[in-house]
């Protein structure tokens, strides 16, 4: 079964939970992936730290912040998913500048190595990643998944979707991540994209912060993502796996 299969035949809407690497702790990382896989998310998204993470709010900003802050790198990300067995699918959100570091042959190899589906590099245009990137990144299974706005065009949406072979990331508003916005005022756009019918399923993330934010954008689409009110549910946590479990059953029963 391939990863946009995976997505299509959910019996219910995606559930997918993005996580900064190397937060709150150096090595959170294992025991983040196991507790989530526990509480039976559909499928996590894991954040590889940067400097200047463009497309993110001040929650993620600081994740990020504190996680180069306590040294992780991506090597160790690779490193600590080796240790991690279970089946959950995995996506790595990143910037292209930490892929060409680390060197885009190695990273491929890497993300095969420890069964990463997809990787979403929002600073990695669509036509550069068709002339250099997309066969290399295809022949380690790896899926390109690319953001789509409420400003972009049906015409480049319909590009979008014909590059995709996963899932089409439809970011709910213009704003950075975490700047709770209603994304009630997003229905014209789900909307729009709802009656697009693409070829590729589209999952939405930015401003769900809860069960009513998650059901309404699951009425339009195939699921929510969901990152600044994880991340702000385990800043302080004491016990990881446990308030794991009580965020997510907060969000889907």
Same mark, same amino acid.
């Given at each position: 079964m391939t990863f946009k299969q995976y997505i299509i035949n959910r019996k219910r809407p995606i559930l997918n939970i993005y996580f900064t690497a190397g937060f709150p702790g150096i090595n959170s990382m294992p025991d983040i992936l196991e507790g989530l896989s526990e509480a039976g998310v559909d499928m996590v998204e894991i954040g590889i730290p940067f400097s200047d993470p463009v497309s993110d709010g001040q929650t993620i900003q600081s994740s990020n912040s504190t996680a180069i802050n306590n040294g992780i790198t991506t090597e160790l990300i690779f490193q600590q998913l080796a240790l991690h067995n279970t089946d959950i699918p995995k996506v790595i959100m990143g910037y +292209?500048?930490?892929?060409?570091?680390? %060197?885009?042959? *190695? +990273?491929? *190899?890497?993300?095969? @190595?420890?069964?990463?589906? %997809?990787?979403? @590099? $929002?600073? @990695? $245009? $669509?036509?550069?990643?068709? *002339?250099?990137?997309?066969?290399? +990144? @295809?022949?380690? %299974?790896?899926?390109?998944?690319?953001?789509v706005t409420p400003e972009t065009s049906d015409d480049r949406i319909r590009y979008i979707d014909s590059l995709s072979n996963a899932f089409i990331y439809a970011v709910s508003s213009s704003s950075t991540t975490g700047k709770g916005t209603d994304i009630r005022s997003s229905e014209a756009y789900l909307s729009r994209l709802q009656k697009m019918n693409l070829d590729n399923p589209v999952l939405v993330g930015f401003s769900i912060k809860n069960k009513s934010d998650y059901e309404f954008v699951c009425s339009y689409t195939a699921g929510a993502i969901i990152g600044s009110a994880f991340i702000n549910n385990i800043k302080d946590s004491k016990n990881l796996k446990e308030d794991i479990k009580s965020f997510v059953k907060s969000i889907r029963d």
């Open positions: +292209f500048n930490s892929v060409l570091q680390y %060197g885009v042959d *190695e +990273f491929c *190899e890497q993300c095969a @190595l420890n069964r990463i589906h %997809g990787v979403i @590099l $929002p600073d @990695l $245009p $669509p036509d550069i990643y068709i *002339e250099k990137y997309q066969q290399k +990144f @295809l022949s380690h %299974g790896m899926s390109a998944i690319f953001l």
